[in-house]
């Protein structure tokens, strides 16, 4: 049966080794007063144990129970009250919070890696505490310091959950046309009326309230995306005294059957003249959702690596465990009727595939977690503004990227067990299921693609994308000297070339062609990410070098930045062609012909 | 709602434009017998007919519902009894059976473009006519003619199903290590007894006798794949008369929850001294299944295309429906708030990618069917020869290639509905499900690029696969006058001088390293894959350019391949890449430090 072992020696490199995180928050006040290396490393494995202990257990017959609706109730399965009663004792609702308002205040690369266990060891669970922390994020970032007060202290503390509320059954991608509304009230508030799907966690009985963040638009609000606001929708009143008071007018109209998550309750919310609170300014909702949504991506990209790890603990268990057929240089096992299947050499590719983007993505989206601190927490001008920008570009290739290739390390999980891996009992398939929505969620990988080259690269006339190449090559200078480095610095070295001449590429064709954006944008993207991970393996390997013969773990650090040199990176090479290929291909068919 | 339209304009362009099957089932006696174009034609018509009004819609409700076990009794979904003797009394059931007991003697050509639009349709129901067909094939080829005659019609009139009954609890991949015996009866029968797994309808409810081919050892018979024998065991046994017997002891003890083809029962089957017959001789039950393999292996390739197909219908409906953003290059319908979103160039990408992916896939199994047939039914030596040699060949890649293909095909056909391609109602999900079976069963894809690389091509130093680049070479060599076709040459002259190179690579190293062949087996035929695709697309192409203007078919035609030649081709090259990074990469790491 599947268990979940969380990865904290790996997460300890990273932040401790690689990055030097300590040294970065001793140097920004805020932080420095919230978290030092031996609070992180408690942090981490407390998290551990309870993702391992508490929620882990729930992923399985989670699935099979799904969450329940009756009469606009929705009931958890089994355990998960129970569970997230733990959570929030534990404090864990609070970990990223503002300190103001009773939160910890803790910087995002510690909190991204509890957020991977938690993800990791049930997605489905896992969601409810992400999409209340998201709303905790555009309510401290945007509300009024009545609605902050009024709100966080509770939803940090997870008395209370929260919900996103953004997507109408005709407005998906496309908010700029959504139809909820919002008409004032005399005391101040708003009425809010409207339908709206694909609502996470909705509606559930985990928590005593719901905090819902809503879009909507106002009476003669312009149309289009700038015509949008963003309120706090409130399941029970709240009174003056902070108690509940009143049920509001909104109610889960149905939940969704799908392929996976089934766990959670995916919704679909009525607004019924529900009473709401305007965040931030009139028709600036979508910018109150930014800040928030860029946690949510990098978070999202996170939950890809923890499923992915998931999967891939299991694979190799499995793969030490079956026996079947004999291996290619002889007998490993003549005591048994047949070698355990690692010792193939295909089974061995697939788990080295998993093993590398898995870790290629846990550091990835630690140095772009690294970037959203400096932004949020810094008090030098100048790096927030470089934080800000790598921030923007990154945070696309963070959720996209990291679940793309979670989405291929699962398949691979799968095929390891051969036809048992396509049954329930062992759990892999499970995983292949609820991965597929992360590539679809908070923008699908598409929009992320686009929203890369588009809006974080060709609109600034890649002034985001230089400072990125900029850092990376300062990187190459540093090892030039370094002769053990050359088997990961020469190929890093080609991929970056590869990258900027692509840009040009595109970004010269884009001149002529307004489809050329998005006709490359996904390829571009993953030649991004290819290019990133090898930058990331770059890194690491420096530290791994130097400790290496301390202990294996340095060895096999090595080992899989070796793999994804060899067998992984070169695949920017037919991407790059891809995208080349240009746009007029898919042009040379009318709509109606497909 | 999901509905499927059978592709026959495509089919007929492959049988009748691309490969002219009425010249070659012209010059093969049995075959000129069989079937000629207009009988061809009406076949087509009437499969369409009978997989988009009866097949089709058992699918979703068939998922939904599942097979049901009760006390070794399984029940099929609603519905599939019915349809399951509406097809059998089209006669369908035996369209490529034997002649001499009551088949159609078809082509395989023509077969399985039937098996496309019933796999395409419901890939649940297909399984059992599939299976049937399989069994019958073995039986026909290697049984007594006392077994044929007692059990072929009944099987080609689908009175009496069939099932294969290979896998056990510790041996998938590894058949030598069966532990099912049988032991000899006084009456020349054989008492079968062991456990089977993982048996596609190896009960069920359609048919009122379910034929079992069961792999056994017999006492005493050499270890390994070289003891063991194949048995007919029906589950009712057959009177002097034909009629039903008893029952034989052979029971179901449960089927599997599995991720996707719920609605086909995958069974447990237990055999207590079940009376069976020997299929052919002793200890070569591996060989008597060679002759089934090929063909159910091209089938399975088939039902990737056949779902892939179907997945893309409905991606292009929802493409032209769905209302979205406007188009990069400004409103295409400005009377609507957005356009559809097939405007996208990234919606575009996704659905050329399905319709590439699947039409090449369709024109390689229609080719190596074509191979299959000239195999069975030439009676030129030299013919025949040169064909086993290109079934050997292309089988494995077919069946690899096209359900990797498909696989991908139907995740993009998910990721063109986004949030509502992971909800159930549309049906988008459930082809992404039902499709990974087809890369795990009938061997792992992983064990078909071994068989590729190490038994097809390796073993006999390169022989089958000399003829087939031969064959490639000569077409090109064909068109080096056709400027026209210049555009489809050049990058298969490229991609064909790679695989030589690579090819010549892998023998190369594998030399002096037993784990190279494994190392690069599945990159490989996906090289292998996309060349091969690559000389479809020219082969179609030469037909299109031809007839360019007399309909709008042969100008897409033409702007697919050119999709194909700029955008998916290219994937050759990194794979290339990955093949080159070697072996030595997987043995970096201990089994016991993943």
């Known amino acids: 049966m599947p268990e979940y072992t969380a990865p904290l020696r790996d997460m300890r490199f990273l932040l401790n080794e690689v990055f030097e995180a300590d040294k970065l928050w001793a140097s920004m006040p805020r932080l420095a007063e919230a978290v030092d290396p031996e609070t992180a490393d408690a942090i981490l494995e407390e ?130 046309i959504i139809r909820t509304k919002a008409e004032p009230n005399a005391d101040g508030s708003f009425a809010v009326s409207g339908t709206k799907i694909f609502i996470t966690w909705g509606e559930h009985d985990m928590a005593e309230n719901i905090i819902h963040l809503v879009l909507a638009k106002l009476p003669d609000a312009p149309a289009g995306p700038k015509g949008i606001s963003l309120f706090i929708v409130p399941k029970f009143l709240v009174n003056e005294d902070g108690s509940l008071g009143e049920r509001n007018t909104l109610s889960c109209g149905s939940i969704e059957h799908k392929m996976g998550i089934k766990a959670s309750a995916t919704c679909v919310m009525n607004f019924d003249g529900a009473k709401g609170w305007l965040v931030g300014d009139e028709n600036k909702g979508l910018n109150a959702m930014f800040t928030m949504m860029n946690y949510e991506r990098v978070a999202v990209g996170i939950q890809g690596i923890g499923i992915a790890e998931n999967s891939y603990q299991n694979a190799v268990l499995y793969a030490n465990d079956r026996l079947q057929s004999r291996a290619p240089t002889g007998k490993q096992a003549p005591e048994k009727a047949a070698d355990p299947i690692i010792v193939h050499p295909d089974v061995r590719r697939m788990l080295f595939t998993m093993r590398a983007l898995t870790e290629g993505g846990r550091a990835f989206s630690t140095y772009a977690s690294k970037w959203l601190d400096i932004s949020k927490f810094s008090d030098n001008a100048e790096d927030k503004k470089l934080a800000e920008a790598m921030v923007a570009l990154l945070t696309p290739v963070v959720k996209s990227f990291l679940t793309d290739t979670a989405h291929e390390s699962t398949v691979a999980g799968q095929q390891v067990f051969g036809g048992h891996g396509f049954i329930r009992e062992w759990g892999q398939e499970q995983h292949v299921r609820d991965i597929r929505i992360t590539q679809i969620y908070e923008g699908t990988n598409g929009i992320q693609s686009l929203d890369l080259i588009g809006r974080k690269i060709a609109a600034n006339g ?10 990376i090559n300062q990187f190459i200078a540093s090892q030039e000297g370094n002769a053990k480095m050359a088997e990961f610095i020469t190929p890093l070295k080609a991929a970056v070339a590869n990258l900027v001449d692509l840009t040009d590429w595109v970004m010269d064709k884009a001149q002529g062609n307004a489809n050329e954006i998005g006709a490359s944008s996904v390829e571009f993207l993953q030649v991004f990410g290819y290019t990133s991970f090898s930058y990331m393996f770059a890194m690491s390997s420096v530290v791994a070098l130097e400790k290496e013969g301390s202990e294996p773990f340095y060895a096999n650090k090595l080992a899989t930045a070796r793999f994804f040199t060899k067998r992984l990176l070169p695949r920017y090479i037919s991407l790059s062609e891809a995208v080349k290929g240009g746009a007029d291909c898919l042009y040379g068919m009318e709509a109606d012909q497909f």
């Open 47 to 176: 998290a551990g144990k309870i993702a391992a202990n508490v929620i882990a257990p729930l992923n399985r017959d989670g699935d099979e129970q799904s969450s329940q609706w009756n009469d606009g109730e929705v009931t958890a399965p089994d355990g998960f009250k129970e569970a997230y009663q733990t959570y929030s004792e534990g404090g864990w609702g609070g970990l990223g919070g503002s300190a103001e308002f009773g939160g910890m205040g803790m910087p995002k690369m510690l909190v991204g890696q509890v957020e991977e266990m938690i993800q990791g060891s049930c997605v489905s669970f896992g969601l409810a505490p992400m999409l209340t922390a998201g709303a905790c994020l555009s309510v401290a970032a945007h509300a009024s310091q009545e609605l902050k007060e009024k709100y966080l202290p509770n939803m940090y503390s997870g008395q209370w959950a929260g919900a996103m509320d953004l997507t109408e059954p005709h407005a998906g991608t496309d908010l700029g």
């Open 462 to 471: 890649g002034a985001f994308f230089k400072l990125y190449i900029e850092e």
